[in-house]
């Protein structure tokens, strides 16, 4: 559990001081009642911030780690998901999901991802969106000097350094703008799901006469690729695709 209230001044500028502060006692007592040993009703306080339209990472790893303390294995991942799709490389809510994920009965193995791919997904969540639109700024405002004291100078020495911190720039430009449209498409996804079922048979058809292919658990991470009715097409890390009911997962 972490008290930081540093998420709480963005409300204050975007909404009324009256819901702000609401919104920060509201957290403090969830805090509280956590520290306390009341972990259900500390998870009410958090769930009752984010009805009332918030959401940031902190809140979420606090819920998460009040279901944990539950022994409410389903929501407490679900929320650590939540957490980490807003800050992807937050090694508290790494650490805390992956413990989730060993009181859980499936052990799905992830495909293999090339190693430059690793790289460059490893590089994209050190920050978020609005982190990468920050650098991609600044880095832009570099290009425009630099190019601007490239044509002021004439001596061939500064130019030179000029030249190279302007390719720099650009290219730091145009990347931090990838990382930043990538990120906004991973916070704003909502094609992820957990399973809240005990048990659920994933069927080959959108259908319960369908053939069973396998067996999925509480807890368990799932892609949703369709919907069909009250049914959606799920596809497991290990890329195993089947459809499940909908009411059997959350979405993340």
């Known amino acids: 559990m972490r008290n930081k209230l540093s998420f709480l001044i963005l409300f204050i500028v975007l909404t009324s001081s009256l819901f702000a502060n609401e919104a920060i006692e509201t957290f403090k007592k969830g805090n509280m009642l956590y520290q306390n040993g009341y972990y259900s009703r500390a998870a009410l306080n958090y769930e009752k911030i984010i009805n009332n339209g918030y959401e940031n990472a902190e809140l979420y790893y606090n819920l998460g780690n009040a279901y944990f303390r539950m022994n409410k294995i389903p929501n407490a991942i679900i929320n650590y998901e939540r957490a980490l799709r807003l800050s992807p490389d937050d090694e508290d809510v790494i650490v805390n999901l992956n413990v989730a994920n060993l009181r859980i009965i499936d052990k799905i193995e992830p495909v293999p991802k090339f190693f430059l791919v690793q790289w460059y997904d490893a590089i994209r969540n050190i920050f978020t969106s609005g982190n990468w639109a920050v650098i991609m700024i600044v880095s832009l405002w570099i290009v425009f000097i630099s190019l601007g004291l490239f044509i002021l100078f004439e001596s061939t020495f500064i130019k030179k350094i000029l030249f190279g911190t302007l390719v720099i720039a650009v290219f730091i430009t145009i990347m931090s703008l990838i990382f930043s449209i990538q990120q906004s498409g991973i916070e ?65």
């Open 188 to 252: 704003n996804s909502r094609n992820a799901a957990i399973v809240f079922e005990p048990t659920v048979y994933i069927k080959s058809s959108p259908d319960e006469d369908g053939k069973d292919l396998f067996i999925l658990h509480e807890g368990t991470k799932v892609n949703i690729l369709d919907a069909v009715g009250k049914w959606r097409k799920i596809k497991l890390a290990n890329g195993n695709i089947g459809w499940l009911p909908s009411e059997s997962v959350e979405l993340i």
